[in-house]
């Protein structure tokens, strides 16, 4: 097993750009059959659109990888509510740059919402939050992570979701959730098969 660490200029280049860079990583795991993703925040929206990618090219073309599982740690799978204010923010766009713009629900992102796969293979979600129907913002309805709802985290298809709570920078950081992750890499869920909570 090799763990290989994906890092990108997240606030420099869009989206597009991350996936594309991906891309060049994973044509060059030689001897490489098997991969699992592990994404935090918007990096499992580069994966999304990697998969988009990759679905549209011919068979022959496509990497010759089997994708396993993935972990998705606090996902804006339905864009980030708090990008739309943010965008129209001088310091937003200085410190967030085009990729908060792609997010932002009123912007770029039913563009690029078009353009994401969703795994077509085991994929489960981490959330964190307060756990109650207030959050940390009064700005976002419901529970949110400090940045996200717990709703926009939601994708269909996955087959366990589980909320530790925590606040969203500091997700990848916890150690309940590195265990959880581990747990789900291993046997598919993040508790038992039993405990697994699937989103329709």
């Known amino acids: 097993l090799a763990t290989v660490n994906f890092g990108y200029p997240s606030t420099k ?12 990583v994973v044509r060059n795991l030689d001897g490489v059959e098997t991969i699992d993703f592990v994404a935090h925040s918007m ?7 990697y998969l988009y990618d990759i679905s549209q090219l011919d068979p022959a073309e ?22 739309d204010n943010w965008s129209d923010s001088r310091l937003g ?4 740059g085009k990729p908060m713009e792609q997010l932002a629900p009123n912007r770029g ?18 959330a964190g939050g307060k756990g109650n129907d207030d959050g940390y913002l009064p700005t976002i309805p419901g529970d949110d992570d400090f940045l996200l ?3 926009t985290m939601r994708l269909s298809g996955a087959n366990d979701f589980i909320q530790t709570g925590g606040i969203h920078q500091l997700m990848a950081k ?10 789900y890499l291993q046997n598919g869920f993040f508790v038992s098969a039993e405990a697994r909570q699937p989103i329709e």
């Open 109 to 126: 992102w039913p563009e690029l919402e078009e353009k994401l796969a969703t795994p077509d293979f085991e994929f489960g979600i981490i």
């Open 13 to 24: 280049r869009k989206v597009e750009k991350h996936a594309e860079s991906l891309a060049s």
């Open 62 to 83: 496509r990497p010759p990888v089997k994708f396993r599982r993935m972990v998705m740690i606090s996902p804006p799978n339905h864009g980030a509510r708090a990008a």
């Open 43 to 49: 990096g499992n929206i580069v994966v999304r659109k």
């Open 149 to 151: 709802s717990i709703d």
């Open 93 to 96: 766009k200085m410190l967030a």
């Open 174 to 183: 916890y150690q309940q959730v590195r265990e959880y992750t581990l747990a």
